[in-house]
């Protein structure tokens, strides 16, 4: 059983930075691979960002790619993604998720079995 809280989100203008942070509960954080989704008013869950467990292996979509960064700390049993260049259209609940196992589908929601309660985050323009 995993427990996953984030933290981090808020309101930031357009071309702003915002840090998000889930901590996880028990001892085996680090074998889970984790991932970050978000949603946005009236859409579906969208894939945002995942790692692998080892941190060996990151994955972006592409809207996010060379402003996200992924990254985590299995000591503090925590994982953060680092969000540069805000955008108005980033605005969306963030929520982290785990997985055991995600083999090729890091970007579909299913393939995770825990998630978090999300965190707001607002771009404005």
Do not use: H
């Amino acid at each position: 059983q995993v427990q996953l809280v984030e933290s981090g989100g808020g309101l930031v203008q357009a071309g702003g930075s915002l840090r998000l942070s889930c901590a996880a509960s028990g001892r085996t954080f680090s074998t889970y691979n984790m991932g970050w989704f978000r949603q946005a008013p009236g859409k579906e869950r969208e894939f945002v960002a995942a790692i692998r467990w080892s941190g060996g292996s990151t994955y972006y979509t592409g809207s996010v790619k060379g402003r996200f960064t992924i990254s985590r700390d299995n000591a503090k049993n925590t994982v953060y993604l680092q969000m540069n260049s805000l955008k108005p259209e980033d605005t969306a609940v963030y929520y982290c998720a785990a997985t055991a196992d995600f083999s090729a589908y890091w970007y579909v929601t299913s393939t995770y079995d825990y998630w978090g309660q999300g965190t707001q985050v607002t771009v404005s323009s």
